[in-house]
């Protein structure tokens, strides 16, 4: 435990209110933090230690951090997430820096608010299977239950709870560790909010001006604390959950994506909803690549190639099409011109929102004492 608060003391030099225990940067508002499920460091230590533990699959070979790796950001680097049977999933992990400030989780699903019930869908989901636990809910608490050491912590976390080995209670120390995920001390933080701008290149200014820029547009989706208008936290009246058309994609010359990445129209079954999904924070984005909701678009160069045409050109095969003709794209996404030295600055800006504590920080990684599992041969 002492590994975590170490890391939460130094997150809160500068503190802001606390949300609910958890401390804050003080340049980043207060998040929510839903009152069935309390801050607390506990909650977290035992969260942090599922978190990278492989019991927590039906065959016992992968965890939530086999998706989402610490030192790229908590996301893998593959174009679609591979499962623990094996599975490709259609679309790529997502990073989870700040989700604490997420009013929506996944890349298109609107329905999803919180990080409790977003655990559900990788423990638990079928189509596609994640890490496989379906049907094995009773054998998976029977690992926790049989291992000292995690009833210890259980009872530590839940104090409250007469049977605290459950469900519910491993998908809120999950989320309580998920929301200490914070990432706020890259060249760019120091450079803005500390006056430090050792590490912060005069290309990366030139960049951050070009990236705020009315010609380039980039900020109208990716500005804020944390470079992403998809944003809620306590000083809001309203949550926002706004997703977006960027014509990746134009199948059919009328908007079409091609299934089942048709956005947040696979929820909705709208069709002003095809091809609609959230835009990511850009924190520590210039380690994350490939890029886009299926991994599509390999570097920065590309995403900006992208950006600067409008959308994508795909010029043969089943995905051809003019993505820039995309009759929903967002508006924010005219296309615009940029010279090379141009380019050059607004990548040194994108890099310059890499976090190193945050990709390297021990607190945040697996606890040095988390019993080993060994999982049955029998195990499928």
């Known amino acids: 435990m002492l590994g975590l608060l170490t890391a939460l003391g130094a997150c809160a030099e500068s503190a ?13 508002p207060a998040p929510r933090i839903p009152e069935s499920n309390p801050w607390t460091t506990a909650k977290a230590e035992l969260g942090r230690a599922l978190f990278y533990d492989t019991r927590l699959s039906g065959n016992g070979t992968q965890s939530c951090a086999s998706c989402h790796p610490q030192e790229d950001g908590f996301v893998d680097r593959l174009p679609r997430a591979l499962g623990s049977t ?18 929506t989780y996944n890349w298109a699903n609107p329905l999803v608010t919180t990080l409790e019930e977003q655990a559900l869908t990788p423990l638990f989901g079928e189509h596609p299977v994640e890490l496989g636990l379906a049907g094995r809910e009773d054998e998976m608490l029977e690992r926790f239950a049989a291992e000292p050491w995690y009833q210890t912590r259980f009872e530590q976390a839940f104090p409250d709870d007469p049977e605290p080995i459950s469900v519910r209670n491993i998908t809120y120390a999950l989320a309580s560790f998920e929301r200490t995920l914070i990432s706020a001390d890259s060249p760019y933080d120091r450079y803005m909010y500390q006056g430090d701008g ?8 030139r960049g951050m001006q070009l990236f705020f820029s009315e010609r380039l ?12 208008d998809a944003v809620d936290h306590q000083n809001l009246a309203f949550s926002s959950q706004p997703f977006h058309v960027t014509g990746l994609y134009n199948i059919d010359g009328q908007g079409g994506y091609p299934a089942p990445n048709t956005g947040v129209h696979e929820v909705t079954g709208r069709p002003e909803d095809m091809g609609r999904f959230k835009a990511p924070s850009l924190r520590n984005v210039a380690v994350r690549a490939p890029y886009m909701h299926d991994g599509s678009v390999a570097d920065l160069d590309a995403v900006i190639d992208h950006y600067a045409a409008g959308g994508r ?4 095969g089943p995905l051809a099409g003019d993505g820039s003709r995309n009759p929903n794209k967002s508006i924010f996404v ?4 940029i010279s090379n030295s141009e380019r050059n600055d607004l990548k040194a800006f994108l890099h310059s929102l890499t976090d190193e504590t945050f990709l390297s920080d ?10 080993p599992f060994e999982r049955a041969e029998s195990a499928d």
Do not use: K, Y
């Not at 802001?16 to 980043?28: I, K, R, S, T």
């Not at 050792?198 to 200014?205: G, K, N």
């Open 198 to 205: 050792s590490d912060f290149s005069d290309a990366a200014r």
């Open 334 to 337: 005219p296309g615009f011109l």
């Open 16 to 28: 802001a209110p606390e949300a609910g225990g958890l401390p804050v940067p003080e340049h980043f």
């Open 313 to 316: 050109t795909i010029s043969q």
């Open 362 to 371: 021990p607190a945040l990684g697996p606890p040095a004492d988390l019993p």
């Open 86 to 103: 094996g599975e490709h999933h259609p679309r790529r992990s997502m990073p989870l820096a700040n989700v604490a400030w997420n009013p």
């Open 217 to 228: 547009e980039c900020f109208h989706c990716h500005g804020g604390f944390n470079f992403s």
